[in-house]
């Protein structure tokens, strides 16, 4: 398998623990950043409490297939164990197109993301 990069959106606080959880020799991770610039606040009514990232990106690189399949078992489970009153979906796009791939919350069947990311 040659090195595919994803990127991964979804809530900061989920995106920061994927970040700290480590890569491994087969898997890379970036450093988180924001997922949209902030509102220019001149033009908004909200005040600098409601102005908030509320997203975050982080670019993942898989070198084998069975980093990828860890990797979101793991993410799976992060999710699963989210302490969330409404249920958490991280969207995949990919990493050098930014083509939204797939979406993945703890639902998600593991091994249909792969063959749908693979594509």
């Known amino acids: 398998?040659?090195?595919?990069?994803?990127?991964?959106?979804?809530?900061?606080?989920?995106?920061?623990?994927?970040?700290t959880s480590g890569g491994s020799k087969d898997l890379?991770?970036?450093?988180?950043?924001?997922g949209d610039a902030?509102?220019?606040?001149?033009?908004?009514?909200?005040?600098?409490?409601?102005?908030?990232?509320?997203l975050q990106v982080l670019t993942v690189a898989f070198s084998t297939a069975t980093a990828a399949l860890t990797f979101f078992q793991r993410l799976k489970d992060l999710l699963a164990r989210a302490d969330t009153k409404k249920p958490v979906v991280i969207q995949i796009k990919d990493g050098r197109t930014g083509r939204k791939l797939a979406t993945i919350d703890k639902?998600?069947?593991?091994?249909?993301?792969?063959?749908?990311?693979?594509?």
Do not use: C, F, W
Request: hydrophobic letters at 35%; zero cysteines; proline letters at 5%.
């Open 1 to 19: 398998m040659t090195k595919q990069y994803i990127t991964l959106v979804g809530p900061e606080d989920l995106i920061k623990q994927i970040e």
């Open 28 to 34: 890379e991770l970036g450093r988180s950043r924001p």
């Open 38 to 54: 902030l509102t220019d606040a001149v033009d908004t009514t909200l005040g600098p409490e409601e102005i908030k990232l509320i």
């Open 107 to 119: 639902e998600t069947n593991v091994d249909d993301l792969i063959k749908r990311i693979a594509k």
